[in-house]
């Protein structure tokens, strides 16, 4: 099983601040990244979608991804109490003539006001 | 609404009896997912499909058995309970490729006692 980690948290960001994410693969074929967000009892809703080495922007969030170092991180700017939810890293893994998600463990964010 | 529908949204369970918990895409999506989601495991494949009439098995598949007679419909059942199932288990859907992220359902919140 290849492996995907995260910090487990909680990462704790006064409200306005930069909140940032961290997350490393093991799988250095892996092509296709993926941020969700899940609040407390619900289930896990897609944030951002990265594919390309770089910086990919919209709103607030930010998601890096370093190839090479194998490596990709997601940034939230002007974090909200709102923003205060698991953070789960997920990459594309083959399998069979198809893919899955493979996801970490998540990062557990609370913003303070 | 367009989205995915698990039942039921809550389950308490006898240890030996059997159980399908059912999922209902109607985005016509190709690929069908069943994760569960512990505390300090993160979210972990059991099994999927790739499109309609296909399976695999993911990370955690014993115990466990699926089938995808047609596109729209993925059951997860559990043909005799033990107390380790106990946890809550979402199943998602993906258009398939490379670069698609996954969608999900609301969740099944099982405990076998």
């Known amino acids: 099983q290849k492996e995907v980690e995260q910090n487990s948290g909680p990462l704790s960001v006064p409200e306005g601040a930069i909140a940032s994410l961290n997350c490393t693969y093991s799988d250095r074929g892996s092509q296709s990244f993926f941020w969700y967000r899940q609040y407390s009892g619900k289930s896990p809703e897609l944030i951002m979608s990265?594919?390309?080495?770089g910086d990919k922007e919209d709103g607030r969030f930010t998601a890096q991804l370093n190839k090479a170092s194998q490596y990709v991180s997601l940034l939230i700017r002007d974090s909200q109490p709102s923003d205060s939810a698991t953070y789960l890293c997920?990459?594309?893994?083959?399998?069979?003539?198809?893919?899955?998600?493979?996801f970490g463990k998540g990062t557990s964010l609370l913003v303070t006001p | 609404i367009a989205g995915i529908t698990q039942a039921p949204t809550s389950q308490i369970l006898a240890a030996g009896r059997r159980m399908t918990l059912r999922c209902t895409q109607d985005m016509r999506h190709n690929a069908m997912y069943w994760y569960r989601q512990d505390l300090g495991l993160g979210l972990r494949l059991i099994h999927y499909s790739n499109t309609a009439g296909t399976t695999g098995k993911g990370e955690v598949p014993d115990g466990y058995s699926v089938s995808r007679a047609n596109t729209d419909d993925f059951p997860l059942t559990l043909a005799s309970a033990v107390p380790s199932q106990t946890s809550v288990y979402f199943c998602?859907?993906?258009?398939?490729?490379?670069?698609?992220?996954?969608?999900f359902g609301q969740g099944t919140r099982l405990t076998v006692v």
């Open positions: 997920a990459v594309l893994e083959p399998k069979n003539s198809g893919y899955a998600l493979n």
């Open positions: 990265i594919y390309s080495n």
């Open positions: 998602a859907s993906s258009p398939g490729g490379a670069n698609t992220e996954a969608f």
